[in-house]
């Protein structure tokens, strides 16, 4: 086991004012939306973003809506920019229009927001924003179409 100075030198001044804005923004019988809009609070976030899937817009608007009463908030869907597959892959055979991960990283980006949020994204799409992403980034909706988008529910059998 490594000593607690090990551990310590993992962090930066930056990481610990997030390890500390996260401690204080926990509230207990809260849901996580609104620890996220204490935890932007207490970090001095201003703009939000978020970056979901186009089959969740109407749940992504009413989080707009949920966050817009203290942080500017701008959303972008996953066909951000309407590329087609085929086009994007290389392979004619793919048909459809491409979701566009690292354009909504790019988009949001554009906007300077300072939190993003992942929101229904599909596995790898998710992975691909995240590392794209120039704002930190948290998830708050995963999708899993078998077990309404709460895939630990597998587990509660």
Do not use: W
Request: net charge negative.
């Amino acid at each position: 086991m490594e000593d607690l100075e090990q551990q310590k030198k993992l962090y930066s001044a930056e990481d610990l004012t997030l390890m500390r804005a996260a401690e204080d923004s926990l509230l207990m019988g809260q849901n996580r939306v609104e620890e996220l809009k204490l935890f932007a609070k207490n970090t001095g976030v201003k703009r939000i973003g978020i970056a979901h899937c186009v089959g969740m817009t109407k749940e992504a608007n009413l989080l707009k809506e949920r966050l817009s009463d203290t942080f500017e908030v701008y959303t972008v869907d996953c066909k951000h920019a309407k590329i087609k597959s085929s086009d994007l892959l290389n392979d004619e055979l793919v048909k459809g229009t491409s979701c566009n991960p690292a354009g909504q990283a790019k988009f949001l980006a554009d906007q300077h927001t300072d939190l993003n949020i992942s929101f229904g994204l599909c596995v790898g799409h998710d992975i691909l924003f995240n590392l794209k992403s120039e704002a930190p980034t948290t998830t708050l909706v995963v999708k899993d179409r078998e077990h309404k988008h709460n895939p630990f529910q597998e587990f509660l059998k």
